[in-house]
């Protein structure tokens, strides 16, 4: 599975969007970009996942840039639950075995 | 609540003895995961469980950590011997077959004395 690049910490203001980079350069054509998130004491959480095209559930968005080397999660309005460790992910899908998490983005929603 | 769930959420033990956490999966969910934590690390993966066979395990369960999902349904880890080092937040998961999504469950956090 790919290795993925995000900065260690972000703050964004509460009601603002939220724009979390994630570099991949050595993505493969068949790998998904994969988003969960992690509040604190708590088990990670999926937010959204997306191969090439853009994607837009009730939590986020995520943008892919065409040669698909990065991509940003959006959450349009954070609010102070958003507050976690944030995780990008590249991996095959529908594949059995784990996903690899980095260290992630801690971001903080500031009132 | 139909999630994942953990017992312990807590446990705390003295170095040497042996330690068992269960993980109770989504019911209809044929995979099972294991992960470890540790303080300001993302989980890294132990092991996994496609119904009752163990598929794959990775390098960091030694030979002191074994894990079962006798019926295909829940499942257990056992670290025996523990040691300082296995302090950490033991985290499971689950999913069904063809789906990409897996479901975390709260941990179980181990603290090793």
């Not at chain 1, 993505?27 to 994607?55: A, C, D, F, M, T």
């Not at chain 1, 690899?100 to 500031?110: A, K």
């Not at chain 2, 066979?53 to 523990?82: M, N, V």
């Amino acid at each position: 599975d790919a290795k993925t690049t995000q900065p260690p910490s972000m703050d964004c203001a509460e009601g603002r969007a939220a724009n979390l980079p994630c570099n991949h350069s050595t993505i493969s054509g068949n790998e998904y970009v994969y988003w969960y998130r992690q509040i604190h004491s708590q088990g990670p959480q999926y937010i959204i996942h997306g191969l090439k095209n853009n994607e837009t559930n009730e939590m986020a968005s995520l943008i892919i840039t065409e040669d698909r080397k990065s991509s940003t999660l959006i959450l349009p309005h954070a609010t102070l639950r958003d507050t976690a460790v944030y995780y990008c992910i590249v991996r095959v899908q529908y594949t059995g075995n784990q996903f690899y998490f980095g260290t992630g983005t801690s971001l903080t929603v500031i009132p | 609540d139909t999630g994942v769930s953990q017992d312990p959420r807590h446990k705390i033990t003295k170095r040497g003895q042996n330690v068992t956490f269960r993980c109770d999966p989504i019911s209809e969910h044929n995979r099972l995961y294991w992960y470890r934590q540790t303080l300001g690390q993302g989980p890294e993966f132990l092991t996994y469980f496609q119904n009752e066979a163990q598929l794959e395990k990775s390098r960091l369960l030694s030979d002191r950590f074994s894990a079962e999902r006798p019926k295909g349904s829940f499942s257990t880890l056992e670290i025996q011997r523990t040691e300082q080092g296995d302090s950490a937040m033991y985290l499971c998961a689950s999913s069904s077959s063809g789906h990409f999504e897996q479901f975390f469950g709260p941990g179980t956090r181990l603290t090793v004395l």
